[in-house]
């Protein structure tokens, strides 16, 4: 009976550890793609879903920072705050405020446009 109970609880420990494992492939392979980066297709989803919300045009924005705007989004990649913020570093205001952070994902492929010059085309 006792054996039977540990033999269930391994089980399931590697039955997680497998599955864990190969949700990080699919997520290294499929999911996220770097490779070719656009403002419309990458960007802008990301930021419409998550950022909208309190930084656009049709909200009163804070931190006077409108997502919409491109002169507005290089003065905080400039000065460092759009990654530091998302990467919810020590010294930046985690962002999205008072929400999740972005998946390893979106902040790779934010911070890969952001080293390609920001294009937005
Ligand atoms: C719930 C509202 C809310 C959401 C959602 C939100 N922010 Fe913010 N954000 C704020 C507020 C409020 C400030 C001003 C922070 C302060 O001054 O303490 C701010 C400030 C910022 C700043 C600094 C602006 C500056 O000029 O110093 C950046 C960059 C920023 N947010 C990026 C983002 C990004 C990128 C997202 C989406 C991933 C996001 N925020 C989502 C509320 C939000």
Known sequence: MKRHT???IFS???LFSCN???EEELYGNEICDTSNITYDEDIK????QNCYYCHSSSVVYSGNLN???PE?????VDNGKLLKN???EADGDPM???GAKLSDCKINKIEKWINLGTPYK
């Open 86 to 88: 998302i990467k919810h």
């Open 45 to 48: 989803p990301i930021l419409q």
């Open 67 to 69: 997502l919409e705007n």
């Open 6 to 8: 540990v033999a269930i």
């Open 12 to 14: 399931t420990i590697i």
């Open 72 to 76: 507005h989004i290089r003065r905080v």
């Open 20 to 22: 864990y494992y190969n």
């Open 96 to 98: 999205p405020q008072g």
